[in-house]
């Protein structure tokens, strides 16, 4: 019999596309099934103020989420932590765990900005281009956060989409026409959307056989890190080089 494993999702109250992508991708896993729980934070526009405000909001939804016995949880705001200076993943995820174990629950904790760290890890990539729907000042708050875990950003471009509804309905050619535009002689890896509300789960493979580079998305990533964190096999077709089962495990 095949164990259903309970997923929650901490997810800004405008995000749309988290909870499209992520299970899209592992309904593609061979051997295990997967439900999904979400809570959300009120956000609408992407900006300091209302991401510090939104992370407030965190620990009501960890409650929830925790009531629903789920197996592992995905903080699914990229930005709103990276925004907040280097670490900030870890101490967060270090925040939740503690707040889980006080109410006797012990799920894997997961944030979409350290599943994007540890699956360029897992790529062996040291530079990278990246494509954000951010303003500039928030994507350079995001090149800033990857430098501070030890990769180089050899270029990036900030689509400038500062409502977080809008970010959801980026078209696809916008994002790669962006790819493009990018210097990407010397990158390692592209991550072709560094928000897990931009769209990203159609550009990927073409992204690939294009640019001929590993491509991820904050999708992806995610994908990755809630698999390796359940002890599953991480590989799904279809899905990018990370997901492919070429990346070597972790030692």
Same mark, same amino acid.
């Given at each position: 019999?095949?164990?259903?494993? @309970? %997923?929650? &999702? /901490?997810? +800004?109250?405008?995000?749309?596309?988290? !909870?499209?992508?992520?299970?899209? #991708?592992?309904?593609?896993?061979?051997?295990?099934?997967?439900?999904?729980?979400?809570?959300?934070?009120?956000?609408?526009?992407?900006?300091?103020?209302?991401?510090?405000?939104?992370?407030?909001?965190?620990?009501?939804?960890?409650?929830?989420?925790?009531?629903?016995?789920?197996?592992?949880?995905?903080?699914?705001?990229?930005?709103?932590?990276?925004?907040?200076?280097?670490?900030?993943?870890?101490?967060?995820?270090?925040?939740?765990?503690?707040?889980?174990?006080?109410?006797?629950?012990?799920?894997?904790?997961?944030?979409?900005?350290?599943?994007?760290?540890?699956?360029?890890?897992?790529?062996?990539?040291? @530079? %990278?281009? &990246? /494509?954000? +729907?951010?303003?500039?000042?928030?994507? !350079?708050?995001?090149?800033?956060? #990857?430098?501070?875990?030890?990769?180089?950003?050899?270029?990036?471009?900030?689509?400038?989409?500062?409502?977080?509804?809008?970010?959801?309905?980026?078209?696809?050619?916008?994002?790669?026409?962006?790819?493009?535009?990018?210097?990407?002689?010397?990158?390692?890896?592209?991550?072709?959307?560094?928000?897990?509300?931009?769209?990203?789960?159609?550009?990927?493979?073409?992204?690939?056989?294009?640019?001929?580079?590993?491509?991820?998305?904050?999708?992806?990533?995610?994908?990755?890190?809630?698999?390796?964190?359940?002890?599953?096999?991480?590989?799904?077709?279809?899905?990018?080089?990370?997901?492919?089962?070429?990346?070597?495990?972790?030692?």
């Amino acid at each position: 019999m095949t164990v259903t494993h @309970r %997923i929650g &999702l /901490v997810v +800004p109250s405008s995000n749309v596309t988290v !909870e499209t992508e992520i299970p899209a #991708l592992l309904a593609r896993h061979p051997g295990a099934r997967f439900s999904f729980h979400s809570s959300r934070m009120r956000m609408h526009q992407v900006s300091p103020e209302a991401l510090r405000a939104m992370n407030a909001q965190r620990e009501r939804c960890v409650d929830e989420l925790a009531d629903a016995g789920v197996d592992a949880l995905l903080y699914a705001c990229l930005v709103a932590l990276m925004a907040q200076g280097p670490g900030e993943h870890t101490r967060v995820e270090n925040a939740v765990v503690d707040q889980l174990a006080a109410a006797g629950s012990a799920p894997a904790v997961r944030s979409s900005a350290g599943a994007l760290v540890e699956g360029l890890q897992a790529l062996g990539a040291r @530079r %990278i281009a &990246l /494509v954000t +729907p951010y303003l500039r000042p928030l994507a !350079e708050k995001v090149v800033g956060y #990857l430098e501070s875990e030890g990769f180089e950003v050899a270029d990036y471009a900030a689509l400038e989409v500062g409502d977080n509804a809008e970010v959801g309905c980026i078209p696809g050619d916008r994002v790669l026409e962006a790819a493009r535009g990018l210097d990407r002689s010397t990158a390692d890896a592209l991550v072709i959307s560094a928000c897990v509300q931009m769209p990203s789960l159609d550009l990927v493979g073409p992204a690939e056989r294009e640019f001929g580079l590993p491509v991820l998305s904050a999708a992806t990533a995610g994908a990755y890190s809630l698999l390796r964190a359940l002890e599953l096999d991480a590989r799904l077709p279809d899905a990018g080089s990370l997901l492919t089962g070429a990346v070597p495990a972790a030692g």
